[in-house]
């Protein structure tokens, strides 16, 4: 709704609402509601007296500066800023969330900004920081919330202090290797009750994640992720190379999207205990192609 809209305007006098420069506010400019898609202008600087931001869509923005005196945006705030390679975070930052009913913690707050190269955080800032690469934590450098799309390296590595990385790897188009250490539990995956959350979707160049053999949870072999019991294949990298690939016999299930956007992939082997879904092969490379699957049950079992 409103994809092409540019500027809203609002009356003198309208008790709730005002606009600047096009930006719908409240009435004293306290909270952003709404900055037009497209609007113009390629870099914007939140005013000063703003404290909380809902959305702000700017798909031509290049260069964004949050000030200190905001403490609060959505966690959705910023999906879609495809243009969007540069964000200054202020000292006053405090939340991350969804403002309405519920909170969600710990969610990529710049999934789809896909020419992202940086985050900076004010040094001065409590609750959140980043790293030399411009990756955005949790202050405490717990959890894991976004790696920008265009991060300036091939190869990343998570350090030993976070335990949760949700799905803060989206469209890193060009990052090939991803390090986890002893004490990452949760690396968000198609896992058994997920069809949307993949952490690592449209990482198109992305053929091999490591994780320290000291984690309890999970354990990679050949660059493939999967549970540390051995049970569940968890993420086929997308760029990994090889045209047939054997599940292991201990196997039991597949998470879902575990080889979404694989491009190398012609044949996969299963045997017949294994227990999938069709969300487990969907979009096996960039053109949505299948490869070819070879089950060793009957076809009854395979119904």
């Known amino acids: 709704m409103f994809n092409n809209l540019e500027e809203v305007f609002v009356e003198e006098g309208n008790r709730k609402y005002s606009t600047q420069d096009g930006v719908l506010y409240d009435r004293y400019k306290t909270v ?43 966690y959705a705030a910023f999906f879609g800023c495809s243009a969007l390679e540069y964000v200054k975070i202020g000292s006053g930052l405090e939340t991350i969330d969804y403002v309405g009913e519920f909170v969600v913690e710990y969610e990529n707050p710049f999934k789809g900004c896909n020419s992202l190269k940086r985050i900076d955080v004010d040094k001065n800032n409590k609750y959140f920081r980043n790293d030399s690469f411009g990756v955005l934590y949790t202050y405490d450098m717990k959890n894991l919330l976004s790696v920008p799309a265009k991060v300036n390296v091939k190869e990343y590595t998570v350090p030993d202090s976070v335990t949760i990385v949700l799905d803060c790897f989206t469209n890193c188009s060009e990052l090939e290797v991803v390090n986890f250490g002893a004490y990452v539990e949760g690396i968000a995956t198609g896992e058994k009750d997920t069809e949307s959350l993949v952490g ?67 044949k996969v082997y299963l045997h017949k205990s294994v227990k999938v879904n069709h969300y487990s092969y969907y979009a096996c490379d960039e053109n949505g192609l299948m490869f070819d699957i070879y089950y060793e049950g009957t076809g009854e079992d395979w119904l």
């Open 32 to 74: 952003l509601y709404y900055y037009p898609p497209m609007k113009k202008d390629e870099s914007f600087k939140v005013p000063a007296s703003v404290v909380q931001i809902y959305n702000l869509h700017g798909k031509k923005i290049k260069r964004l500066e949050i000030p200190d005196n905001v403490k609060n945006f959505d």
């Open 200 to 266: 690592f979707s449209e990482c198109l160049s992305l053929r091999e994640i490591n994780v320290s053999s000291k984690n309890p949870k999970y354990m990679s072999i050949d660059g493939v992720l999967y549970d540390k019991e051995f049970k569940e294949l968890e993420i086929y990298p997308p760029a990994k190379e090889g045209k047939v690939y054997s599940l292991p016999k201990d196997m039991i299930y597949i998470c879902n999207f575990a080889f979404e956007d694989n491009k190398y992939l012609e």
